[in-house]
């Protein structure tokens, strides 16, 4: 029986990311439909028996040595003549496919069952930082798709038998992957897209011969060349080919001017090489310079032309770098003036997640100082397209001058996260350091204990920071001792509970309904709220659960609200099943507490907020021990879970199935937990905290 897809991964040189590579087809969630066919290249290192080991544990896996080394063309090829999958895949042996992928992929082929189907590709760069690369909605096809730069080739998912019908391969040659998806995407109009990122590009490896200077760049030409004179071309309108080929003269300059790819011996037979394929093609010059001119002709108009951008563009950049300063200089100059003009006793400026939007603790003191405060103005510092604010609340945009000017007046500086390094903590200001969770990782000043959690960590600005504090808000006696080390401050801790569990604590029948409404969820439906935590060494959303399948396994009374954490841009591809509900965007976390029946989560604070719901919850800890190393925790979550702890998607839905959820041992490992870390939970924690910062009230019960 055909597999769905077949994914050829050719190996040469690629020994330390193969693994990696393999691990990433193989550990799909539901991948069984699928073959890898991994193509060894006559690789000189140990890439030929990663590729035996894997196919002796995987019956999945079909191993291929080739005898000579042909390039990634023609290993390619071969893996495409073993191929049986319908639809093809080529996946480079140091690149990896996203998790939870094929699903996605499948599942758009199934509907429109085209051609080529074309996703998103992320591009890592060394230090294994990634960006998002989305599909456009509409990819050009037929002579269009010669005027424009391809889709990368792992980009491309590809129909097998439209391959054998076109008789379209892989031709010899560095650069053979541009000729390969022109000759693709010009054969055929019937292409699908899949937006999110699917495929993740190794752009700089060391040792890879597109990122190495080489003379064999200049094989772009002949590859070109092949893209040139593709059929669909031949009978275009004149227009559009001289659009073809004006886009193939600018990628072959690219490369022809490029010293870091291009050695210097090697371009003068390019530029010869180029100019007589344009001319075939009936271009009469080259970036300006007639094609029957030297190469010394051209490199001395084209310097020429350089030099005069540099010395015209100079002064372009210098007036622009020197405004953008200029306009810092007077901001900052116009801040530390108003840092001299009295503070306002009855101003407060308030932030959180850096500014990202209204929400946490620090709305819900706002919310209260609004009633028990009103003579205190409260101001919101948001950033540009963050998520919308409630009507008549004040706001300022950083690094505006009402920006500055509440910064430096303000009486009450109120945050969840931290206000910028160039902040003055002026004599007479009070700085509320609210957090915004229970910790269970390792936070603060004891950080460096574990050095894969200390990106972008800065102790010295800690330290700076901490000094600025005059209160810091903790919930539970837990959180005090851990940051009377982690945090510690001179200033007073309020251990008061935290004021946006207020609403959780006071919400009724009425509010849940309420709830539950907003999201349209209908009477009767069982709600279970998903919510993982950040992982510092998933560069992009990497879903431990797979939250289709847990749908469909709980049954057609359950809907699945889904929380990516707010770190991410994205949480990848959306859910596709109709009972799971995609909330990574909705504004208020408290909102969606209260509507679900219950929780699910792995290692988040949201588990210490949940609880004061009282309601089920259940820790999902597939890779408990890594986040154990990788971060530290403060106790050990899964002897003292609240409620059920699991580490497989079977054993999950098992206890959602058997009621053990919320059977006596969970609702007496629940009260533990909650006796633990939610006793001071009573809807009244945002009032403690507004009677002791803004009414100066020594005994908020007083």
């Not at 108009?301 to 306009?327: D, E, F, M």
């Not at 200033?491 to 946006?500: H, K, N």
């Not at 959602?656 to 001071?680: E, M, V, Y």
Request: charged fraction near 25%.
């Amino acid at each position: 029986m055909p597999n769905f897809l077949s994914v050829v991964i050719p190996a040469w040189n690629v020994q330390g990311y193969l693994p990696e590579c393999l691990d990433s087809v193989l550990r799909q969630q539901r991948s069984t439909d699928v073959e890898v066919v991994a193509v060894d290249d006559a690789s000189p290192d140990h890439s030929g028996e990663v590729i035996d080991e894997r196919a002796a544990a995987d019956p999945r896996v079909v191993a291929l040595h080739l005898a000579a080394n042909g390039g990634a063309g023609a290993a390619r090829n071969a893996g495409l003549d073993r191929a049986t999958g319908d639809y093809v895949w080529f996946v480079d042996g140091d690149d990896r496919i996203v998790p939870d992928a094929l699903p996605v992929i499948e599942s758009r082929i199934a509907e429109e069952k085209p051609d080529v189907l074309v996703v998103g590709v992320a591009r890592e760069r060394w230090n294994r930082k990634v960006s998002r690369w989305l599909t456009p909605t509409a990819i050009r096809t037929g002579a269009e798709a010669l005027t424009v730069a391809p889709p990368p080739l792992g980009a491309l998912v590809i129909r097998r038998q439209f391959l054998i019908d076109a008789g379209i391969r892989f031709e010899p040659g560095l650069y053979e992957d541009v000729a390969f998806a022109y000759a693709v995407l010009a054969a055929t109009g019937d292409v699908a897209t899949v937006e999110p990122a699917c495929y993740i590009h190794r752009l700089d490896r060391q040792g890879s011969l597109r990122a190495s200077r080489s003379p064999r760049h200049a094989d772009a030409v002949t590859q070109y060349g092949r893209a040139l004179s593709l059929p669909a071309l031949a009978g275009a309108d004149p227009k559009l080919r001289r659009r073809a080929l004006d886009h193939a003269a600018g990628e072959l300059l690219k490369i022809l001017d490029n010293g870091s790819l291009l050695p210097a011996k090697a371009r003068r037979t390019m530029f010869q090489n180029t100019s007589r394929l344009l001319a075939e093609h009936g271009a009469g010059e080259l970036n300006g310079v007639r094609l029957k001119h030297s190469y010394p002709l051209y490199r001395a108009l084209t310097a020429g032309r350089r030099l005069a951008g540099r010395v015209l563009g100079k002064p372009r950049r210098a007036v622009r770098k020197a405004r953008v300063t200029l306009r810092k200089g007077l901001l900052r100059a116009y801040y530390h003036w108003e840092l001299r003009r009295p503070i306002d006793e009855n101003l407060a400026v308030y932030g959180a997640y850096w500014y990202r939007g209204y929400s946490c603790n620090p709305a819900a003191i706002y919310e209260k100082a609004r009633e028990l405060a009103p003579h205190v103005r409260g101001v919101w510092v948001i950033k540009p397209g963050a998520k919308a604010v409630p009507e008549g609340v004040p706001t300022v945009v950083p690094g505006s001058r009402a920006y500055f000017r509440t910064l430096a007046r303000a009486k009450y500086m109120v945050n969840n996260a931290t206000f910028p390094p160039y902040v003055v903590k002026r004599p007479g200001q009070i700085q509320v350091q609210t957090h915004h969770g229970t910790p269970l990782k390792t936070m603060g000043l004891d950080q460096p204990r574990f050095p894969a959690s200390l990106k972008n960590f800065n102790v010295e600005r800690m330290r700076r920071n901490l000094a600025k504090w005059d209160f810091s808000i903790t919930a539970n006696r837990h959180t005090t001792l851990l940051w009377d080390r982690q945090f510690p401050i001179k200033g007073e801790t309020l251990e008061v509970g935290y004021p946006r569990n207020d609403r959780l604590a006071l919400a009724g029948p009425a509010e849940v309904t309420a709830a539950r409404a907003e999201l349209g969820i209908e009477p009767g439906e069982q709600v279970v709220l998903y919510a993982p935590t950040h992982r510092e060494w998933h560069a992009t959303f990497t879903p431990m659960l797979d939250v289709d399948a847990l749908a469909e396994a709980l049954g057609p009374n359950t809907r699945i609200l889904l929380r990516g954490h707010y770190f991410y841009d994205s949480i990848g591809f959306p859910p596709r099943h109709p009972r799971v509900l995609d909330v990574s965007t909705h504004p208020s976390v408290e909102t969606l507490a209260i509507a679900s029946d219950a929780l699910i989560t792995d290692f988040s604070s949201i588990m210490f907020d949940y609880a004061v719901l009282d309601r089920p919850l259940v820790i999902f800890a597939p890779d408990w021990e890594t986040y154990q190393a990788v971060r530290g925790v403060s106790f050990d979550l899964a002897a003292e879970h609240p409620g059920t702890f699991v580490r497989t998607f079977d054993d999950l839905v098992a206890a959602f199935r058997g009621g053990t959820i919320d059977d006596d041992a969970a609702r007496q490992a629940r009260a533990r937990f909650r006796q633990r870390f939610c006793s001071l939970e009573d809807g009244h924690a945002s009032e403690r905290v507004v009677r002791r910062v803004f009414l100066n009230e020594r005994d908020a019960d007083g």
